[in-house]
């Protein structure tokens, strides 16, 4: 049922983007394509995760592949929403804007319409395509609020992420309590250009966390894809729902992380 009313959801979407497409009138969810370096990132978090992702799949194909049913596939479908950093919202108003129009997961014009008590945005959308599918003038307060509503969405998507994120540190940290002390093995997804810090990819518990390590063992020298030890230790408590490392990265509040090859 909850997969019917998700293709339901999408449908609705569609037809609210072309809607209001057709009567210059709207706002739009568009998200770019997703750059080479964020798919190649992907990949080596899933390998880490024991997931596998044949080079010839394409990654449309390797997401319907997965089953959240699988705890490994659904750490692995969390991170494929790396891929949808820089989306955001386009609103327009008589004149279509240049540039991207569609989001690029879905590979069509988009637009937010079926939750309208917990996204504002869909209020300005569901009374936009009421008006325009009626033929009725399209309120003031709707339009008004178009030119200022991508950023307020903006706004809103970081208090949410911020929090959301916190939730995840903490849920890291619990269940990482009981195992200070271990090593873990990991695969290095990313690395800093700048400071040689590497995001780490922990298979079993499923984390991803950021570690720094000494100048003969940095993660710029080991390189992306490389598989680093990691040790387990306990770290001060924190009063909010993360500890920030001394060069601002988050890691899980009450656990800190260091090479266990570190100098």
Known sequence: MEAWNAQISLLTGFAAARTMLDGRVGILRTLPPAEKWSIDKLRRSVRALGVEWPKAMS???????LSPEVPAQLAALTKCTMLFRGAGY?????????????H??????YAHATAPLRRL???????????????????DWAVAGLSVLPEEMAESSRSANAYER?????AEALVLSTRVGEVFDGVITDVNP???????????PAVELRVEAGP???ARRSGSGSTPSIWLRAGPRS?????????GRRVPRGVRWCRADRE
Do not use: M, W
């Not at 990654?59 to 592949?65: A, G, K, L, N, W």
């Not at 690029?104 to 014009?109: M, N, S, V």
């Open 59 to 65: 990654y449309p194909d390797f997401v319907r592949s």
């Open 90 to 102: 386009v609103a327009f108003d008589h004149e279509l804007p240049e540039g991207n129009l569609e």
């Open 104 to 109: 690029a997961a879905l590979a069509a014009p």
């Open 121 to 139: 945005v869909d209020r300005y959308v569901l009374e936009i395509c009421h008006s325009l599918l009626n033929s009725l003038p399209v309120p």
């Open 166 to 170: 916190g939730v995840v540190d903490l």
């Open 194 to 204: 700048k400071n040689g810090a590497g995001t780490v990819q922990i298979a079993d």
């Open 216 to 218: 003969r063992t940095s």
């Open 239 to 247: 009063r909010g729902p993360t500890d920030r490392s001394e060069a």
